[in-house]
């Protein structure tokens, strides 16, 4: 009947209504992942330098890495070592989430006890 049809199609937009919401995170999340992924040959790199030097490398050169623009995926523009050994991935400003577009995760060495750890923030731009 048609009571039965308005019902359901009530129920559809209730789920669709949950849904959406909950995978564009996950979309964001994903695309998020990416950058980290590409900046773990970067970390490796950085806690290496600091292992045989002491300090932390201010470049990607320094560091022995590839430039910035050649590190770069999907929805990731490039991937940077600066300053203090900070590395930086920017996130493309067409074709990802809304809440990443154009985005900067930027992961932060400190040493400790001879140990390297990783803060980890973005950056909205």
Known sequence: TLIELMIVVAIIGILAAIA?????????????????????????????????????PTSNAEAGVASASTIKGKYVTSVTIGANGVITALMNSSGVADGVKGASIILTPAAQSGAVTWVCAGEPH
Request: hydrophobic share 40%; net charge negative; no cysteine.
């Open 20 to 56: 959406l919401p909950a995978y564009q995170d996950y979309t964001a999340r994903a695309q998020i992942s990416e950058a980290i992924t590409l900046s773990d040959g970067q970390k490796a790199a950085v806690t290496e330098y600091y292992a045989d030097k002491g300090a932390f």
